[in-house]
């Protein structure tokens, strides 16, 4: 068996128990998956290929602790920071206010 | 597009490369060989997935590998198979 | 868009009846949303309308083919020989998807998985569920099928041949499961009824019926 050229490729890896649990996405989780499908459907994205391309670039460790659409997260902002569609300043200072808007939520 | 370069029944071995960029063959079945099971039509090349006019398109086949080939120690029963769909660039005659 | 619309669409980007994640990648996501949409990119409503199609899509549609399926073997041919167009017959809008439909015998079992990165038929199936997203599933039902299906109750004797499909590209798979023994005479809605999503993956063998 050839090297894996990414965290993603595991067919064939051991592991426990599959976890049988039902999971109902969480509505941000839609929120994702929808704003991945519209970024396609308009352009900002040539290709589906393309955030799996980002997804397989992860980090090892970012790849097995992040959560399926965290994942997507990841890959799309690299893509549209690579692409120039949002700037790192743009997307730090939304981060911020979602982060102020957050502990305001969590303290009323 | 050309005619298929392989046809159902025949025997292929898939390629073991590992191009650094996104690409449609696991490890595990890379310098495999198996079975055409069908052709499965042409499908854009994702190794070049700027898609757009003259996207390149490449023919995709379902090769059938037995478990025993592709794992060293199979412990399931002998006719188990893995079907996996596979670009043609990816394939070449098995002997 | 005009200005009164992108005010519209800022108000509502923020939305306080859904939990919002506090997890750094999740957060990143939102950030990514609220940027896209105030540039205009896509519209709150835009977003509604697809969160609702995908919504929408359940594993009903693949019980409805499966029950034409059983009752007409006419129909079953075609939808076993080209997947996609035999779907397309009953008027369902397929993504833009090669599609084939395998089918589960007394000797042989088929199940679905993509070890690369998750791809499933939603439009058939509606959402995965999260195990056939899970690194487990997809890292060992290639190479122990037989204990894996296990884990879900199914339990195979040697005489039925496992067949694991990587859905590794552009194709999607549904299994066409057998029709459970006494359900003669039942009509298409009765039969739809007794087929589940995971006997459409392949996780499940035995399904209800008239025993």
């Known amino acids: 068996m050839s090297e894996?050229?990414?965290?993603?490729?595991?067919?064939?890896?051991?592991?426990?128990?599959?976890?049988?649990?039902?999971?109902?996405?969480?509505?941000?989780?839609?929120?994702?998956?929808?704003?991945?499908?519209?970024?396609l459907a308009k352009g900002l994205i040539t290709d589906f290929a393309e955030l799996r391309h980002g997804i397989e670039r992860l980090a090892p460790t970012d790849y097995d602790e992040l959560s399926y659409y965290e994942r997507w997260a990841k890959s799309l902002a690299s893509t549209l920071l690579a692409s120039g569609a949002i700037t790192q300043d743009e997307l730090d200072g939304k981060i911020d206010a979602i982060r102020r808007r957050q502990k305001i939520e969590s303290s009323s | 597009m050309s005619e298929p370069k392989f046809k159902p029944g025949q025997r292929v071995r898939i390629a073991d490369r590992t191009p650094l960029t996104h690409h449609r063959v696991p490890a595990y079945a890379k310098g495999k060989v198996g079975t055409v099971e069908r052709i499965c039509g042409v499908h854009g090349d994702p190794e070049k997935?700027?898609?757009?006019?003259?996207?390149?398109?490449?023919?995709?086949?379902?090769?059938?590998?037995?478990?025993?080939?592709?794992?060293?120690?199979?412990?399931?029963?002998?006719?188990?198979?893995?079907?996996?769909?596979?670009?043609?660039?990816?394939l070449e005659v098995a002997t | 868009m005009t200005d009164n619309e992108h005010e519209h669409d800022h108000a509502r980007t923020f939305q306080p009846d859904h939990v919002e994640p506090t997890s750094e990648a999740a957060r990143l996501g939102l950030a990514l949303r609220e940027l896209l949409i105030e540039a205009g990119h896509y519209s709150v409503d835009e977003e509604q309308a697809m969160i609702a199609a995908m919504q929408g899509a359940s594993p009903e549609n693949g019980a409805k083919i499966v029950a034409h399926a059983w009752t007409n073997d006419d129909y079953k041919a075609r939808l076993l020989d080209d997947g996609a167009n035999a779907i397309r017959e009953l008027g369902f809008d397929l993504e833009p998807y090669e599609f084939t439909v395998m089918e589960n015998t007394k000797t042989v079992h088929n199940v679905i998985v993509c070890t690369l990165c998750s791809c499933y038929p939603r439009s058939l199936l509606g959402m995965s569920p999260a195990w056939y997203k899970s690194s487990n599933y997809r890292a060992r039902i290639v190479r122990e099928p037989r204990a894996v299906l296990a884990?879900?109750?199914?339990?195979?004797?040697?005489?039925?041949?496992?067949?694991?499909?990587?859905?590794?590209?552009?194709?999607?798979?549904?299994?066409?499961?057998?029709?459970?023994?006494?359900?003669?005479?039942?009509?298409?809605?009765?039969?739809?009824?007794?087929?589940?999503?995971?006997?459409?993956?392949?996780?499940?063998?035995?399904?209800?019926?008239?025993?």
């Open chain 1, 4 to 39: 894996a050229w990414g965290p993603h490729d595991v067919g064939g890896r051991t592991g426990g128990p599959v976890d049988l649990a039902e999971h109902d996405n969480a509505y941000w989780e839609w929120q994702i998956d929808a704003m991945v499908r519209l970024a």
């Open chain 2, 49 to 90: 997935y700027i898609r757009g006019p003259g996207e390149p398109m490449q023919r995709v086949y379902r090769v059938r590998i037995p478990q025993i080939e592709l794992w060293g120690s199979y412990s399931g029963a002998p006719k188990d198979m893995l079907e996996i769909e596979i670009f043609e660039h990816w």
């Open chain 3, 151 to 211: 884990e879900f109750g199914v339990n195979l004797s040697d005489g039925v041949e496992v067949r694991v499909h990587d859905s590794t590209a552009e194709l999607r798979y549904m299994v066409l499961p057998e029709r459970p023994t006494g359900t003669d005479g039942w009509s298409q809605e009765q039969l739809a009824a007794l087929v589940t999503r995971d006997s459409l993956i392949g996780t499940q063998r035995e399904l209800g019926g008239d025993k």
